[in-house]
């Protein structure tokens, strides 16, 4: 690493000679797999932008310009360039973020990971350049996944619109999101690639063509002066042109001179311009390259040498229902599948292969994905769109105006649902129960184990004539919890110690398992307790206001944020019903958390059996004393 040692700054780069730019990039790549297959993270991506990361921390002058990445899954590269080398901790606490970060480096102007947000970006701080009269550029750089977007869509029509407003737009084109890219867009940009390009034929043919005369000029000159007109002829790049933003590519995105090039010629353009460069996701890496699924888009801790996992996993959530959906696949015609770009990652490769013509990759389109599924669902099918539960925030309205007010039967399974850790702030489910609560008509369930996944999906895709939603965790699924008995549509866990009970335990999915442990340490101060687990966590169940007046206080436990969720429809619940029981809800604080492993997030915030036994005990021995001397007020929930 005798070079990359010595970068420390992106001005480190300028007194490099472009043998030791390539001898940097090959550094790079090695730091990478060394580092990545210690810590897990985003391998593919970052090794497919080496010396388009390089190029554009030549080109451009950071912090003063402005360079955004979209998503951010790709900016391990910008950030080793930009001062920090250190991944022995990469997304783990106290360590490097796995996207760009404020708190890290002033070169990380935005905090994204949801995807196709840097255009609508670059389109506000180009306009504030403009109103400030400011002279810095602004650089986005998009992969042609995150362009399949509609919120970059939206951004490109108001970016192309302003004719004088410099803009750099970088496609970073790996042909690929996990998988290779869907739809119209990357047909288009197919063409592009394919098609003898403009710049291409330019940078070929420039030597032969400066010296073949035609009528005085030079033939280069003489083509250069018709290029509208040679492009068309050459390569259909219409749509961008057309658009009104200038096109410049396709470029070699290994090729640092080349790329140093273009972006040099973008940069003094005046006005928006696409550098549409083609890169390789997995570069280098010969693991990566073989992997057809996903070319490592982001790996666990695996071998360097022969990119094996490292610890075997077992049996996890995403796996159980993907295998279910095959079983329901075969039993019902009707049931298709959606994806937004993450065929493998939510487990519904299976489906696919079973059934091709009955999964629909929408491209990285949460919002289009639950309006077609509002379109299927009137066709006459029951669609099952698959999502991480943090990128169905995105499709609110849509599920809300389109899916609900249609009544249409559509099944949303949210993967990833509750803290996921090490991705960071954006990437927990801990909102979903929130939002959720507001839809009419919405059914919600909240699987505990790998049997309730299969019987509420099946519950679920019974629905005809509503939205329902079946929520699970990240991760290896635990043993299977049974129930003692049912009570209305609730499973019972635990019967108390004594006839006279005094918690009632609400247990939502995958906490299960804690929350017995909780009511095992309550039971030995003397508190017996009911673990109840509603299974459909919305609507509340009916059995519940009547299970709550039997005990003296009600505790939820919740993996999703404290602010609307199943304890505040709980609560509710039971004013509406006039149950007067106190009630205590645990669950996740309203504030973003830092990425850390799912343990130390839950143990960070109190969501541990110790942690509610204690607060449980206090609040009963409160309630105890209450009774015994003056009343006072229960302990406020914390944040
Ligand atoms: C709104 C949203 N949906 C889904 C994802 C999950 N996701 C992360 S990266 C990615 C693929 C991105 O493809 P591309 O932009 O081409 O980048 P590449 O990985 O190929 O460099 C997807 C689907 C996300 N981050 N945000
Ligand atoms: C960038 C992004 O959104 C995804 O790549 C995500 O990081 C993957 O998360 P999992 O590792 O949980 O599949
Ligand atoms: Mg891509």
Same mark, same amino acid.
């Given at each position: 690493m005798a070079l990359l040692t010595r &970068?420390?700054?992106?001005?480190?780069?300028?007194?490099? /000679?472009p043998e030791q730019l390539d001898q940097l990039a090959d550094e790079i790549r090695s730091f990478l797999v060394d580092a990545v297959s210690k810590t897990g993270g985003h391998l593919g991506p970052n090794l497919g932008v080496v010396e388009l990361t390089i190029a554009l921390h030549r080109v451009f002058d950071s912090p003063k310009d402005k360079v955004l990445w979209d *998503? #951010?899954?790709?900016s391990y590269v910008h950030k080793l360039l930009t001062g920090?080398?250190?991944? +022995? =901790?990469? =997304?783990? =606490?106290g360590g490097l973020s796995g996207y760009p970060s404020q708190a890290e480096s002033e070169h990380d102007v935005i905090e994204n +990971?949801?995807?196709? *947000?840097v255009l609508g970006w670059a389109d506000g701080l180009a306009k504030a350049n403009e109103v400030l009269k400011k002279d810095d550029h602004v650089v986005a750089v998009i992969g042609d996944g995150a362009l399949t977007g509609g919120m970059a869509w939206e951004a490109l029509n108001n970016i192309a619109a302003a004719k004088d407003r410099p803009l750099v737009i970088v496609v970073?084109?790996? $042909?690929? /999101?996990?998988?290779p890219t869907i739809g119209g867009l990357a047909n288009h940009l197919a063409t592009l690639r394919t098609t003898d390009g403009y710049e291409r034929f330019l940078a070929r043919g420039k030597d032969i063509l400066e010296r073949t005369p035609v009528v005085g000029k030079p033939l280069y000159e003489t083509l250069h002066g018709a290029k509208k007109g040679l492009k068309d002829f050459i390569a259909?790049?219409?749509?961008f042109e057309d658009l009104g933003l200038k096109y410049v590519g396709? &470029?070699?995105?290994?090729d640092i001179e080349a790329l140093e090039s273009a972006l040099t010629r973008a940069k003094r353009f005046g006005g928006p311009v696409i550098v549409h460069c083609l890169t390789e996701k997995g570069r280098g890496y010969q693991p990566a390259l073989q992997? $057809? %699924? !996903?070319?490592?888009?982001a790996v666990g801790k &695996?071998?360097?040498? *022969? #990119?094996?996992?490292i610890a075997s996993s077992g049996a996890d959530w995403t796996g159980v229902f993907a295998e279910e959906m095959v079983a329901l696949g075969k039993e019902r015609a009707d049931i298709v599948a959606i994806t937004a770009a993450m065929l493998q990652p939510v487990g519904l490769d299976k489906f696919a292969k079973a059934?091709? $013509?009955?999964?629909?990759?929408? #491209?990285?389109a949460e919002q289009h994905a639950a309006v077609s599924a509002a379109g299927l669902a009137t066709g006459g099918l029951h669609p099952v769109f698959a999502v991480y539960a943090t990128f169905l925030n995105r499709a609110f309205d849509q599920v809300l105006m389109d899916v609900a007010l249609h009544k249409c039967g559509v099944t949303f399974v949210l993967d990833r649902a509750g803290i996921t850790g090490t991705d960071g702030a954006s990437h927990n489910g801990m909102w979903d129960m929130s939002i959720l609560q507001?839809?009419?008509?919405l059914r919600l369930a909240a699987p505990r184990d790998a049997d309730q996944v299969r019987a509420q999906l099946r519950e679920a895709v019974e629905v005809t004539d509503a939205p329902t939603v079946v929520r699970f965790s990240k991760g290896a699924v635990g043993p299977a919890v049974p129930a003692l008995r049912r009570v209305g549509g609730m499973d019972v866990l635990r019967e108390p %110690?004594? !006839?006279?009970? !005094?918690v009632l335990l609400v247990s939502v999915g995958a906490l299960a398992p804690m929350c017995l442990e909780v009511a095992d340490l309550l039971d030995r101060q003397g508190i017996s307790t009911t673990v109840v687990d509603?299974?459909?966590? =919305?609507?509340? !169940? $009916? %059995?519940?206001a009547p299970l709550a007046e039997r005990h003296r206080v009600v505790v939820t436990v919740e993996d999703?944020?404290?602010?609307?969720g199943v304890g505040s429809a709980v609560a509710q619940a039971l004013r509406d019903a006039g149950v007067d029981v106190p009630l205590r809800d645990f669950g996740i604080p309203p504030r973003f958390l830092d990425h850390a492993s799912r343990g130390e997030v839950l143990a960070e915030i109190g969501l541990t059996a110790p942690d509610i036994a204690r607060q449980v005990t206090g609040l009963v021995s409160r309630l105890d004393n209450r009774f015994e001397t003056s009343p006072k007020a229960v302990e406020p929930a914390r944040d």
């Amino acid at each position: 690493m005798a070079l990359l040692t010595r &970068i420390r700054g992106p001005r480190d780069l300028d007194r490099l /000679s472009p043998e030791q730019l390539d001898q940097l990039a090959d550094e790079i790549r090695s730091f990478l797999v060394d580092a990545v297959s210690k810590t897990g993270g985003h391998l593919g991506p970052n090794l497919g932008v080496v010396e388009l990361t390089i190029a554009l921390h030549r080109v451009f002058d950071s912090p003063k310009d402005k360079v955004l990445w979209d *998503t #951010g899954h790709q900016s391990y590269v910008h950030k080793l360039l930009t001062g920090r080398q250190d991944f +022995s =901790k990469l =997304k783990m =606490k106290g360590g490097l973020s796995g996207y760009p970060s404020q708190a890290e480096s002033e070169h990380d102007v935005i905090e994204n +990971s949801h995807a196709s *947000t840097v255009l609508g970006w670059a389109d506000g701080l180009a306009k504030a350049n403009e109103v400030l009269k400011k002279d810095d550029h602004v650089v986005a750089v998009i992969g042609d996944g995150a362009l399949t977007g509609g919120m970059a869509w939206e951004a490109l029509n108001n970016i192309a619109a302003a004719k004088d407003r410099p803009l750099v737009i970088v496609v970073n084109d790996n $042909e690929r /999101s996990y998988a290779p890219t869907i739809g119209g867009l990357a047909n288009h940009l197919a063409t592009l690639r394919t098609t003898d390009g403009y710049e291409r034929f330019l940078a070929r043919g420039k030597d032969i063509l400066e010296r073949t005369p035609v009528v005085g000029k030079p033939l280069y000159e003489t083509l250069h002066g018709a290029k509208k007109g040679l492009k068309d002829f050459i390569a259909p790049q219409g749509m961008f042109e057309d658009l009104g933003l200038k096109y410049v590519g396709p &470029i070699d995105g290994h090729d640092i001179e080349a790329l140093e090039s273009a972006l040099t010629r973008a940069k003094r353009f005046g006005g928006p311009v696409i550098v549409h460069c083609l890169t390789e996701k997995g570069r280098g890496y010969q693991p990566a390259l073989q992997d $057809e %699924a !996903d070319r490592f888009h982001a790996v666990g801790k &695996i071998h360097p040498d *022969t #990119g094996l996992p490292i610890a075997s996993s077992g049996a996890d959530w995403t796996g159980v229902f993907a295998e279910e959906m095959v079983a329901l696949g075969k039993e019902r015609a009707d049931i298709v599948a959606i994806t937004a770009a993450m065929l493998q990652p939510v487990g519904l490769d299976k489906f696919a292969k079973a059934f091709p $013509e009955r999964v629909f990759d929408v #491209g990285i389109a949460e919002q289009h994905a639950a309006v077609s599924a509002a379109g299927l669902a009137t066709g006459g099918l029951h669609p099952v769109f698959a999502v991480y539960a943090t990128f169905l925030n995105r499709a609110f309205d849509q599920v809300l105006m389109d899916v609900a007010l249609h009544k249409c039967g559509v099944t949303f399974v949210l993967d990833r649902a509750g803290i996921t850790g090490t991705d960071g702030a954006s990437h927990n489910g801990m909102w979903d129960m929130s939002i959720l609560q507001v839809v009419p008509g919405l059914r919600l369930a909240a699987p505990r184990d790998a049997d309730q996944v299969r019987a509420q999906l099946r519950e679920a895709v019974e629905v005809t004539d509503a939205p329902t939603v079946v929520r699970f965790s990240k991760g290896a699924v635990g043993p299977a919890v049974p129930a003692l008995r049912r009570v209305g549509g609730m499973d019972v866990l635990r019967e108390p %110690a004594s !006839d006279r009970p !005094d918690v009632l335990l609400v247990s939502v999915g995958a906490l299960a398992p804690m929350c017995l442990e909780v009511a095992d340490l309550l039971d030995r101060q003397g508190i017996s307790t009911t673990v109840v687990d509603p299974r459909w966590v =919305k609507p509340v !169940d $009916e %059995a519940l206001a009547p299970l709550a007046e039997r005990h003296r206080v009600v505790v939820t436990v919740e993996d999703n944020s404290r602010v609307g969720g199943v304890g505040s429809a709980v609560a509710q619940a039971l004013r509406d019903a006039g149950v007067d029981v106190p009630l205590r809800d645990f669950g996740i604080p309203p504030r973003f958390l830092d990425h850390a492993s799912r343990g130390e997030v839950l143990a960070e915030i109190g969501l541990t059996a110790p942690d509610i036994a204690r607060q449980v005990t206090g609040l009963v021995s409160r309630l105890d004393n209450r009774f015994e001397t003056s009343p006072k007020a229960v302990e406020p929930a914390r944040d």
